[in-house]
């Protein structure tokens, strides 16, 4: 095994000559955030492994670091951080979502940019499900009053929340993640309305029935729950502002698990406030968290969650043998799946 180089330790820096891989930050820093000790054994078994904190001592090791390893949008992976490995080939990120990463920048230092896809779908799909759902039903207003740290005069008041069952979901972005809430939507009986780059016929024809909508203008009108799973790009950022939030149905729930930056908050601030649409759920917003006294944080008809929606024990877990594997195809020249190509 190949010893784990532990920042103040440099008489642990391994003699042998292979591959090295950089983690940007592992659990031996902090115990909640990072990559799991399980990520850094399977790493070892086929490179040595480099964290942020011992780079200056290991200029040798920091030669041989072939890929690096990003947490998350958290923590952005910058290029001056990876100037000591000059011969780095690829940047691979944790989970879905690329958009924190300088992927022009990097690939113009022939640096490619890989994400890992497909794994986390099913959980952020349920999170989806799990947003509508607490918000349709007042889960967060009830709670707190159930619990205790909410005053109990309102105990018995009658709770009134909406359907979920028979009324309608647009989902906007109809990747895989998309297609799984579409799936899980069905189950609640509820029509399917979909915006896509691309058409998707198999959504269209199998039993989700989804029916496309080729602009916004089509979707949210017809939209009792409106559910945001696209990518962050320079064509989604900003999508919904002003215009959409007045196309919407008072009576809508917008939910988004993609990215804060997709919605103009400052829009959505005053639509909420307003009246303009019922509700929001969010596990994203920009930044995150949001500063304490952001007035999003000052309505009630609002959930914002810790972007947590891949965060289960299961999918955390599936999510890291592609990532050594990205690395190793690299290394031993074979084909990407998951290169993120712009
Ligand atoms: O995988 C990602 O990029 C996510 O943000 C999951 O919530």
């Not at 945001?228 to 919407?248: A, R, V, W, Y």
């Amino acid at each position: 095994m190949a010893a784990l180089i532990t920042g103040e330790d440099n008489s642990k820096v391994p003699t042998k000559q292979r591959p090295a891989v950089y983690i940007q930050r592992s659990r031996a820093d902090d115990p909640e955030y990072g990559f799991p000790d399980e990520f850094i054994e399977l790493c070892e078994e086929h490179f040595d492994v480099l964290y942020e904190k011992n780079i200056t001592g290991n200029p040798e090791l920091g030669k041989r670091v072939v890929g690096a390893y990003n947490r998350g949008p958290s923590m952005p992976i910058t290029i001056d951080e990876l100037w000591k490995f000059p011969n780095l080939k690829i940047v691979v990120c944790s989970g879905i979502g690329w958009d924190h990463i300088d992927v022009r920048g990097l690939n113009a230092h022939g640096i490619k940019v890989a994400n890992n896809p497909g794994v986390s779908s099913n959980a952020v799909a349920d999170f989806g499900i799990t947003l509508m759902l607490a918000s349709a039903r007042r889960l967060l207003e009830g709670v707190p009053v159930a619990m205790g740290s909410k005053p109990c005069q309102k105990f018995n008041v009658n709770w009134l929340g909406n359907d979920v069952s028979f009324t309608s979901l647009g989902i906007v972005g109809m990747g895989d993640i998309g297609s799984k809430v579409a799936k899980r939507a069905k189950a609640f009986d509820m029509e399917i309305y979909y915006h896509n780059r691309n058409r998707k016929p198999e959504e269209e024809e199998s039993s989700v029935g989804a029916t496309y909508c080729p602009t916004l203008a089509d979707l949210l009108p017809r939209c009792d729950y409106v559910m945001i799973t696209c990518p962050l790009t320079s064509e989604t950022e900003g999508m919904f502002g002003e215009n959409e939030f007045k196309l919407m149905k008072p009576s809508a729930t917008l939910v988004n698990v993609a990215r804060g930056e997709i919605i103009d908050q400052g829009a959505l601030y005053t639509a909420l406030k307003n009246k303009i649409i019922k509700a929001a759920a969010l596990d994203v917003t920009y930044p995150e968290p949001l500063p304490r006294d952001h007035s999003l944080l000052t309505l009630p008809n609002i959930i914002i969650a810790p972007h947590m929606a891949s965060a289960t024990a299961e999918t955390r877990k599936r999510m890291l043998p592609p990532l050594v594997e990205t690395v190793l195809a690299v290394v031993e020249g074979r084909p990407l799946t998951n290169e993120v190509i712009l």
